[in-house]
């Protein structure tokens, strides 16, 4: 793996960052190899190349616009023309026996397994969240509870924190290296030091968080200001740059993180509703759910939306029940049914204005 490759997309990857589709091969795939499929965002396609080392497996890239998965399928980049597209045309049908596909669980929210099936006769089944778990999951043949839940925990944070303090530090970083060199390296820092402490303790500070987050900011650009002597142009921007940051930094930190609906989400306070009557339990809500909101109540073949307080309103349960039994609904009971939820996806602003059919 290119180390200067993982260290620019560790910075950037705010940003696409796109890498040729089509059909790759790891170790020494035959007919009946696993076949997986995912976007073409280059740090996704070199973390899975890795992840398999040691198998044998067909890999599909799929075009996504260089975009990450779960952004790309909740965007209508990576929807069910693009997995079928890949699929007819990169040569993997003349490569193996089966017609079995993998997809990260994470593109459930865009590419839509029963349309797969009828429009190129694939089975798809959606595998573990991280690629770490694939190994493990491609010898067992299924999920377990802790492979289909997404995690937020510490290495995911200060990649995060990375994202979006390098942008930002070089553009407030090189705007004061222009007009004040000698406070670059100060500003820059402050720049690091608030974004970690965005994504490292943010969500942990309570309700007035934003408020508590700025103070603390200030406090501590002050007194290391007045330590290091400066003067009254240097105090005015040590209380203003704490200030900015918050601002920036927590805009629309809920939208991310893997574990909050974005601020903007204008479907960030409807509720998933469940029809009962029309489960049949073929439990894809609960192999897609990246919270595991749902529970199996095996006896009645039926599943339970047990786990409310944490969903994200994603839609990937809604989207992929094959028997419409899930659907969003406000606090007034308007109902938005399944098919445009599948048919609309989301902007950047998180509203729903986006035709993927």
């Known amino acids: 793996m290119s180390w200067w490759r993982e260290v620019l997309q560790a910075g950037f990857r705010l940003f696409p960052w796109p890498t040729e589709p089509g059909l790759r091969t790891v170790g020494q795939p035959d007919a009946s190899s696993p076949v997986l499929l995912t976007g073409n965002y280059d740090l996704t396609v070199r973390r899975l190349m890795h992840a398999l080392k040691g198998q044998d497996a067909w890999v599909v890239v799929a075009p996504s616009g260089g975009i990450n998965v779960w952004c790309a399928a909740a965007g209508g980049h990576l929807s069910t023309h693009q997995v079928v597209t890949a699929l007819k045309t990169c040569g993997v049908a003349d490569r193996v026996q ?13 590419a839509l ?3 797969v099936f009828r429009r190129c006769r694939w089975k798809v089944t959606f595998g573990p969240v ?3 778990d694939l190994p493990a999951y491609l010898e067992a043949g299924e999920k377990t509870d802790a492979m289909r839940r997404v995690q937020f925990g510490m290495r995911e944070r200060l990649e995060m924190a990375a994202a979006w303090a390098v942008p930002i530090g070089l553009l407030l970083g090189g705007l004061t290296l222009l007009l004040r060199p000698g406070w670059a390296l ?3 820092a402050a720049v690091a030091a608030m974004a970690v402490a965005v994504f490292t303790v943010y ?9 508590v987050l700025a103070a603390a900011g200030v406090a501590s650009a002050l007194v290391a200001t007045l330590l290091a002597g400066g003067g009254t142009a240097a105090i005015v921007v040590a209380i203003g740059l ?7 930094l927590t805009f629309d930190y809920e939208g ?3 574990t909050e609906g974005g601020s903007h989400f204008e479907e960030r306070r409807w509720r998933i509703a469940f029809d009962p009557e029309r489960c049949d339990g073929v439990y894809r809500c609960w192999e897609v759910c990246p919270e595991a909101c749902f529970e199996k109540l095996e006896a009645e073949r039926k599943v339970e939306h047990a786990h409310d307080e944490r969903c994200i309103r994603c839609g990937a349960c809604v989207v992929q029940c094959p028997k419409d039994a899930l659907f969003f609904e406000d606090a007034e009971g308007t109902r938005i049914e399944p098919e445009v939820i599948r048919r609309f996806k989301l902007n950047l602003l998180g509203q729903r204005s986006v035709d993927a059919s």
């Open 98 to 110: 089966h017609r079995r596909v993998i997809l990260p669980q994470l593109a459930a929210t865009g």
């Open 130 to 132: 991280r690629l770490e």
């Open 203 to 211: 969500d942990r500070l309570g309700r007035a968080r934003r408020l």
């Open 256 to 258: 991310s993180t893997p």
């Open 186 to 188: 100060p500003v820059v």
């Open 242 to 248: 704490p200030l900015l940051l918050t601002a920036i």
């Open 113 to 115: 397994a029963l349309d």
